[in-house]
């Protein structure tokens, strides 16, 4: 079994500054991690993935996020965020051998200021 | 359909109530799962669909919960004599195929039970 813990569950951030959100996982087997955002009054959309290969992933709107094998983390940053930014971000992890139920933490509440 | 469809997208019932809450998938997703988020707490899994069989059914928190899935589409979460405690939001996701490929998320139904 895996389980997620994201660290901080609420985030106030100025505009234009940097913002780190913090998840660590607890998994026996290997896995692949995953970031979902979810805007206001929106579903669920993957922000980024880790399957294999660099540690480090990226998204198309400037958010990247670093596995670490060793310290079992895969925190995601932005070196600047925007108003539209604010949003619910969820770290998940699934491992490799069930590949499809999704373990979520319970979530980062991101709340940009201008 | 262009994204997953998941309806009513607000229901409030009283306690003792039967209530079904739909999930229409992607076009040509053959997986489909449902997760329950409650306040405060990341999602949870409660079931997975591949065509219409039920491969892992281990997330339904109890024998009031059932789901079925149609066609390979339409998908249908039945919550019986619903409990206070079952106040939350139901997501429905669906991908193409189990594994690697992503999963794309409904709005989710709010159920607030009274």
């Known amino acids: 079994a895996q389980s997620v813990t994201q660290l901080d569950s609420q985030v106030p951030v100025f505009e234009e500054a940097p913002v780190e959100l913090r998840c660590n996982y607890s998994?026996?087997?290997?896995?692949?991690l995953f970031w979902y955002v979810q805007y206001p009054n929106q579903g669920l959309q993957l922000l980024l993935k880790?399957?294999?290969?660099?540690?480090l992933v990226k998204s198309i709107n400037g958010f990247e996020a670093e596995f670490n094998k060793s310290q079992t983390s895969f925190h995601l940053r932005k070196p600047s965020v925007h108003i539209s930014d604010t949003a619910e971000y969820f770290c998940?992890?699934?491992?490799?051998?069930?590949?499809?139920?999704?373990?979520f933490g319970a979530g980062t509440t991101v709340t940009v200021r201008a | 359909g262009a994204g997953v469809s998941q309806s009513p997208s607000n229901k409030v019932t009283e306690k003792g109530k039967d209530v079904e809450l739909r999930c229409d998938p992607i076009?040509?997703?053959?997986?489909l799962y449902w997760y329950r988020q409650s306040l405060g707490q990341g999602l949870e899994f409660l079931i997975y669909?591949?065509?219409?069989?039920?491969?892992?059914k281990s997330g339904l928190p109890s024998d009031r919960f059932s789901a079925e899935r149609t066609g390979g589409s339409v998908s249908t979460l039945t919550i019986q004599r619903t409990q206070q405690e079952d106040s939350a939001v139901y997501l429905c996701?669906?991908?193409?195929?189990?594994?690697?490929?992503?999963?794309?998320f409904g709005q989710g139904t709010r159920l607030t039970v009274v």
């Open positions: 669909f591949q065509g219409n069989s039920a491969p892992d």
């Open positions: 880790y399957l294999s290969g660099s540690t």
């Open positions: 998940a992890v699934r491992s490799l051998s069930n590949d499809y139920k999704l373990s």
């Open positions: 996701a669906s991908s193409l195929i189990r594994g690697n490929t992503e999963a794309f």
């Open positions: 998994s026996s087997v290997s896995v692949y």
């Open positions: 076009s040509g997703h053959t997986a």
